[in-house]
């Protein structure tokens, strides 16, 4: 079993198992589900969980202070945190423990080519 990086909030085709944008309970644009600032008690608990999610949260991000969603997509923060998603070396630790691709493909090539061989 292969497993992949596989953002699923920017990884076209989009399907029924991609992630698509939301809205937290606490007055925030959401990349996904899994990305909620609600799970958390306060801006420590996140902190000390997924530091790297923080700079989403900020008060100037909430969506009641931006006048469109696509102000907070362009901001540095949503910016920077889609650039982090490039690579899993780089992707906030929630992230790393979602969105992955598997894949059996080499275990049917290694099936394939034994059944050729007999
Ligand atoms: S967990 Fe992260 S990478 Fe996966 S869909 Fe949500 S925001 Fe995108």
Redesign the pocket.
């Known amino acids: 079993m292969i497993r992949q990086w596989q953002?699923?909030?920017?990884t076209e085709p989009l399907t029924a198992t991609?992630?698509s944008f939301g809205s937290s309970a606490k007055g925030y644009l959401?990349?996904?589900?899994?990305?909620d600032f609600s799970f958390y008690k306060n801006i420590k608990e996140l902190e000390s969980d997924d530091p790297q999610l923080v700079s989403l949260f900020e008060e100037h991000l909430k969506i009641k202070n931006n006048d469109s969603i696509e102000d907070i997509l362009l901001s540095d923060e949503w910016i920077e945190?889609y650039d982090n998603?490039a690579s899993v070396d780089t992707?906030?630790k929630?992230?790393k423990?979602?969105?992955y691709k598997y894949s059996n493909s080499e275990l049917k090539k290694e099936k394939f080519n034994n059944k050729e061989e007999e």
């Open positions: 953002p699923q909030c920017i991609g992630r959401t990349p996904c589900c899994w990305i945190f998603l992707a906030p929630t992230c423990r979602y969105c």
